[in-house]
């Protein structure tokens, strides 16, 4: 049982180059989020998806934008990379029941120069 | 909006007790959660607390609430170097995508 698993695990990018996050998940969990962890901000939530088809966004979604196409998972574009989205990034899934808790990857560390 | 605090960081000789605190300004949380980081990974659940509860005790973890002064602490008994890690306080409220607001993050350190 692999949980949530991201790809790359790491990326360089030039400033205005685009890319695309990638994160799967095997638990059949409807919830999936994306979080960015910058040093001493704690975790940011970037977008988030509820289901299949729906994505909504987060405390910080400027500059970045997600699809859900498949349940299992959630993509999170760069259009035109900025210094300023130099991060590691988290994905998250949860089975939105309740208490369920937040199930993590173990994150991409992006830089762009 | 939500704001969360945490200090940024703790040192534990091994063996002693380790009190990691949070303050939350946003009084409507439903849950209030313990998360670690170990070095280059994902952030994995501790424990976590119910609103309405003022204390959970879990093996080495015991979970305080004070919601008057809206504080969360998480005590570590007898602390080992295995618990050296970045400790995360969240809230989720009801609704809404169940979404988490993290702190910022405590470093526990740990010494022989």
């Known amino acids: 049982n692999a949980g949530v698993t991201q790809t790359p695990k790491f990326r360089v990018l030039k400033t205005g180059q685009s890319m695309t996050l990638l994160c799967a998940q095997d638990m059949n969990h409807e919830y999936m989020y994306w979080y960015r962890q910058d040093p001493g901000m704690g975790l940011r939530l970037i977008h988030y998806s509820v289901g299949e088809g729906t994505t909504a966004k987060g405390e910080v979604p400027d500059g970045y934008n997600v699809s859900r196409l498949k349940k299992q998972n959630f993509l999170l574009g760069l259009e035109s990379a900025a210094p300023s989205q130099t991060s590691v990034y988290f994905c998250?899934?949860?089975?939105?029941?309740?208490?369920?808790?937040?199930?993590f990857g173990n994150g991409t560390r992006l830089t762009v120069t | 909006g939500e704001d969360v605090e945490q200090s940024l960081f703790l040192s534990v000789r091994e063996g002693d007790s380790s009190v990691i605190n949070c303050t939350y300004t946003?009084?409507?949380?439903?849950?209030l959660y313990w998360y670690k980081q170990e070095p280059g990974a994902g952030l994995q659940l501790l424990t976590y607390i119910f609103s309405n509860m003022d204390m959970k005790q879990d093996q080495r973890l015991t979970v305080l609430l004070n919601k008057k002064d809206k504080h969360l602490s998480l005590r570590i008994a007898d602390t080992q170097t295995g618990d050296s890690a970045i400790y995360f306080c969240?809230?989720?409220?009801?609704?809404?995508?169940?979404?988490?607001?993290f702190g910022t993050g405590t470093q526990l350190k740990v010494e022989l």
């Open positions: 969240a809230e989720s409220f009801t609704g809404g995508g169940n979404k988490l607001t």
């Open positions: 998250a899934s949860s089975s939105g029941q309740g208490n369920s808790p937040l199930h």
């Open positions: 946003d009084s409507s949380s439903t849950y």
